[in-house]
């Protein structure tokens, strides 16, 4: 039960609150502790560390916010953005920036289901702590399955459940990533956020997990 009310104040009525701030002050992270030039410095790190070239692909970001990373992809590296988010107001602060993105106010598992589009990258960072276990699972497996050929799903802000900081909802054990990559085509690779992107503003073992389709 605590676990359920956690997890409505935080999506419903923490994040809307973000949301207002955003609008006011102009910060593109619906996030407490990060900023815009966090999220960007974030989202071309991991772009650089994929080795990804963007330019005309579809870049998918799941829980967009803002769309913070998703202008920057468009600006900077010639993506095609595509977002889904519950939040009026973060999908109208989208659509204020990227007049010609694809945004979508929808539960993130109904989007999936009901999409064909393929992706180069898809982006959930903060966002699937929200999920239980074993959603995550599932969530996890459907993206795969909408990356084209070298995409890759980046997963940041990952906490594991001995973690002594328990912001994510649902942290995973450990090994949760290595056995949903058992018997697909892909690379794992994970590191620590503090390390490559020079910040731990939560957790300093937090860590960003990038999964890349290799059939």
Same mark, same amino acid.
């Given at each position: 039960m605590y676990t359920r009310i956690k997890n409505y104040l935080h999506i419903r009525f923490l994040m809307n609150?973000?949301? $207002?701030?955003?609008l006011i002050t102009g910060n593109g992270?619906?996030?407490?502790?990060? #900023?815009?030039?966090d999220l960007e410095?974030? *989202? #071309?790190?991991? *772009?650089?560390?994929?080795?990804? /070239?963007l330019?005309?692909?579809? *870049?998918? /970001?799941l829980g967009c916010g803002t769309g913070t990373m998703l202008d920057f992809l468009q600006r900077e590296k010639g993506a095609v953005p595509y977002g889904v988010d519950l939040s009026r107001l973060n999908l109208y602060q989208c659509r204020k920036k990227m007049k010609n993105g694809n945004f979508f106010r929808e539960d993130i598992i109904q989007y999936l289901e009901n999409t064909n589009d393929k992706f180069d990258l898809v982006i959930m960072y903060g966002v699937i702590g929200c999920f239980t276990v074993d959603k995550q699972k599932a969530i $996890? !497996?459907?993206?795969i399955k909408s990356? #084209?050929?070298?995409?890759?799903?980046w997963i940041g802000a990952n906490i594991y459940t001995d973690s002594s900081y328990k912001f994510q909802t649902y942290p995973v054990p450990?090994?949760?990533?290595e056995e949903i990559c058992v018997g697909q085509s892909v690379k794992l690779d994970e590191f620590f956020e503090l390390e490559?992107?020079? #910040?731990?503003?939560? !957790?300093p073992d937090q860590t960003s997990v990038m999964i890349s389709y290799q059939p």
């Amino acid at each position: 039960m605590y676990t359920r009310i956690k997890n409505y104040l935080h999506i419903r009525f923490l994040m809307n609150l973000y949301s $207002i701030r955003n609008l006011i002050t102009g910060n593109g992270a619906v996030w407490l502790k990060l #900023n815009t030039s966090d999220l960007e410095h974030m *989202v #071309n790190e991991t *772009v650089s560390r994929g080795s990804l /070239d963007l330019k005309g692909k579809n *870049v998918l /970001d799941l829980g967009c916010g803002t769309g913070t990373m998703l202008d920057f992809l468009q600006r900077e590296k010639g993506a095609v953005p595509y977002g889904v988010d519950l939040s009026r107001l973060n999908l109208y602060q989208c659509r204020k920036k990227m007049k010609n993105g694809n945004f979508f106010r929808e539960d993130i598992i109904q989007y999936l289901e009901n999409t064909n589009d393929k992706f180069d990258l898809v982006i959930m960072y903060g966002v699937i702590g929200c999920f239980t276990v074993d959603k995550q699972k599932a969530i $996890i !497996d459907r993206i795969i399955k909408s990356l #084209n050929k070298g995409g890759c799903l980046w997963i940041g802000a990952n906490i594991y459940t001995d973690s002594s900081y328990k912001f994510q909802t649902y942290p995973v054990p450990k090994g949760f990533y290595e056995e949903i990559c058992v018997g697909q085509s892909v690379k794992l690779d994970e590191f620590f956020e503090l390390e490559v992107f020079g #910040n731990g503003k939560y !957790d300093p073992d937090q860590t960003s997990v990038m999964i890349s389709y290799q059939p």
